[in-house]
């Protein structure tokens, strides 16, 4: 009876249809890796086919923009240059096979890397070569020729006028990109590293795709498309005087609430009441232009009478007049902290995450204070944030900080690190490497309502020039090439309109606070600007390009980005707290780095001989695949027994806290409903991607 049954059930397996069977497939993997699969993205208006012939009839039609499939067959390398082949493509990666697509339809996404435009001011746009040589010629040749060969490109796209055998594709408008509100795609298809006058940068091959929409397919191929060089070559100062006057602006300030902070609470009360007399005048300007304020000091939890942790003192943001009777309720701790540095970072990170921003609006965050923050580790830090976690929190989110620092000579030790920590914090975009960081002295409460003036001023200059609909004052055309060689800081028209300083710097590379604050104004206009008329990126299309200004080399053009989905994140998550609690163990048993990984719950289902054996954690097996490969150095990928014991138990501490720090960020980045983005429609919350920057990676 058994072996009559055990014949059945054979005969049954080879009766199965080959349909069955080829539900089992796996899809192809990526080259070089042993798991993660190959996928490819969709093009806008493209079809599923039944079979590899467009006559054959379609499983689906107009598949939407980026939707990703699993690939089952790939093309030949050849057919794929030339687009005449075919994938066969899933929708999943448990062998369902839907049909057939054609290569020139979709593009593969290895790694899930893209690429993001940076802040386009102070550097010129992003040049996209229809072929690799003519970009690596370029590149090689001697600063003056490169330069010579460029500003030739650039003068040919400014003048509407191209030449026959043109190396250039397309172009980046020049108009702020804005990913969130017109999500494009970059993704890399292939990069090495490269030397641009002595600086490390790299040379890209991408493609380009925007979402769905009805010039979505229609390529942005300048040879083509010259509709699309016009608006490309249109700044942030050509933008129409309705939507200027429609421009709102959000400040929020976020200070230290402690004893030694009471005279430039009341000093900056002081400027706002100045402010609101000053607005009166101006209603439009009065009415677009929200306050609000943070106070923040030490963990309550752990020092009880000092009040609070952080506290929002405008739930919903006010007008000046209004804010001004809010703020002259901010009051001082009378139970001071334990030490001078205080908890910088939870105040900045719960403004950041808790304000109630305006829809639409240019955030402006104001930081001031006499201390450094806790550094990641320390019990007084709630948050476990650093300076660098929170600067990527802030560009995300679009804000824009200021930071005032108030020195006091009796804390001499605690400048240093409060400068470092507040330069960080304030390296916003747009600002050609300046940070928007001004010093005062304790002493000199006069030059401190003079920097808070300063920075109000900037904002309802511009913001009066924007509502009178005058670009050219609030926007400029940008610096000149000259201005950015040279480190300037504001473009010539805007310096001419701005009263001098009471003490104006003697040289440009020191900046006065005014001309900071107004630098960094300009940058949030030019990407709400960008983010308001929906600038559309370069599209269908594949093109080479490098992440370095071809002008200027040291300005970064394009940043590279992970698109990783909540599962991939809270799945690097966990691995970077079991390695957290390995090193823990290490420090404590005195074992070696890999033997207390093995003792993790994250080891317990992996083969005990690959950790034990491994000279780096890349060969554990234990890190995601999708971090593997990544065109940045990875001090986690890295770690090997000899590097862990070779560092000092501080060194470890300090290894082991930025990991923390880096865990708080993706718990705040998976909490916030913003940021996140759908590929397919359809797809479940689970499956949104969030683009997080390479330093933002362990």
Not at 239 to 251: A, E, F, I, K, P
Not at 611 to 617: D, G, L, P, V, Y
Not at 664 to 674: G, K, L, T, V
């Amino acid at each position: 009876m058994l072996k009559r049954c055990l014949w059945l059930f054979i005969l049954v397996c080879l009766s199965m249809p080959v349909s069955a069977q080829e539900a089992r497939r796996n899809p192809v993997t990526i080259e070089g890796k042993s798991v993660l699969p190959l996928r490819v993205l969709a093009r806008p208006y493209s079809h599923v086919y039944i079979d590899k012939d467009i006559n054959s009839g379609t499983v689906r039609d107009n598949v939407p923009a980026f939707q990703p499939f699993y690939v089952y067959t790939r093309p030949s390398a050849e057919d794929i240059e030339l687009q005449d082949g075919w994938y066969e493509i899933g929708e999943n990666n448990r062998g369902q096979v839907l049909g057939w697509m054609q290569s020139k339809d979709v593009f593969e996404w290895k790694q899930t890397m893209c690429l993001a435009y940076t802040h386009p001011e102070g550097r010129k746009p992003v040049l996209m070569f229809a072929r690799r040589d003519p970009l690596e010629t370029i590149i090689a040749k001697e600063e003056q020729d490169r330069l010579a060969d460029a500003r030739a490109i650039y003068k040919a796209l400014e003048s509407l006028n191209i030449p026959d055998n043109f190396p250039i594709r397309s172009v980046e408008p020049k108009k702020a990109v804005d990913i969130a509100s017109q999500f494009y795609l970059l993704p890399i298809l292939a990069f090495e590293e490269i030397q641009i006058q002595g600086r490390e940068g790299r040379l890209l091959q991408l493609a380009a795709a925007t979402a769905q929409g009805p010039d979505a397919r229609q390529s942005a191929d300048i040879s083509q498309n010259p509709e699309y060089l016009e608006q490309a070559v249109m700044d942030a100062s050509q933008v129409s005087t309705d939507l200027l006057q429609g421009m709102d602006v959000d400040v929020v300030f976020v200070t230290d609430t402690t004893v030694s902070m009471k005279r430039y609470i009341q000093a900056t009360l002081d400027v706002i009441r100045q402010v609101a007399q000053d607005l009166s005048a101006d209603q439009a300007v009065a009415k677009s232009l929200r306050f609000g304020v943070w106070g923040y000091r030490d963990p309550v939890d752990l020092i009880p009478g000092i009040g609070y942790t952080t506290h929002n003192y405008t739930p919903a943001l006010l007008h000046a007049d209004e804010f001004a009777q809010t703020l002259s309720q901010v009051s001082v701790t009378q139970v001071d902290s334990d030490d001078y540095a205080e908890d910088v970072f939870s105040g900045i990170h719960d403004a950041v995450t808790q304000t109630a921003w305006t829809e639409g609006a240019i955030r402006i965050m104001v930081l001031v204070g006499d201390a450094p923050g806790h550094k990641i580790g320390h019990k007084y830090n709630a948050s476990g944030q650093s300076s660098q976690t929170l600067r990527a929190l802030c560009q995300d989110a679009g804000i824009y900080l200021y930071a005032m620092h108030v020195k006091a000579p009796r804390a001499k030790k605690y400048h240093e690190p409060a400068r470092l920590q507040f330069q960080a914090l304030s390296a916003n975009p747009g600002m050609q490497g300046q940070s928007a960081y001004y010093s005062v002295g304790s002493e000199d409460i006069q030059g401190f309502k003079q920097v808070a003036g300063d920075i109000t001023y900037a904002l309802t200059f511009m913001l009066s020039a924007a509502k009178q609909g005058d670009a050219s004052q609030s926007l400029g055309s940008g610096l000149s090439e000259e201005a950015m060689l040279s480190g300037g800081v504001l473009p010539d028209q805007a310096a001419a309109a701005v009263p001098a300083a009471k003490n104006p710097p003697a040289q440009v590379s020191a900046p006065s606070a005014r001309d900071l604050a107004f630098q960094m104004v300009k940058a949030a206009m030019v990407e709400w600007v960008g983010s308001q008329t929906g600038a559309q990126a370069p599209r269908d299309i594949v093109a080479w390009a490098t992440d370095k200004d071809l002008i200027t080399p040291e300005i970064q053009s394009m940043e590279v980005r992970l698109l990783i989905n909540k599962r991939q994140l809270d799945s690097l998550n966990t691995i970077l707290k079991e390695v957290m609690a390995a090193g823990r163990r290490g420090q404590i048993g005195g074992e070696d780095f890999f033997t207390a990984l093995q003792a993790t719950s994250a080891a317990a289902s992996r083969d005990p001989n690959l950790i034990r054996n491994a000279k780096t954690m890349a060969a554990t097996g234990l890190i995601p695949e999708f971090l593997s490969g990544l065109p940045y150095r990875s001090r986690l990928m890295s770690m090997s027994n000899d590097l862990w014991m070779s560092w000092s138990i501080d060194e470890q501490d300090e290894f082991l806290n930025e990991l923390d720090a880096k865990i708080q960020a993706y718990r705040s980045i998976h909490d916030r409903p913003e940021g996140w983005v759908a590929l397919n429609p359809e797809d479940d919350p689970d499956e949104h991607v969030y683009p997080v920057s390479l330093e933002l990676l362990p």
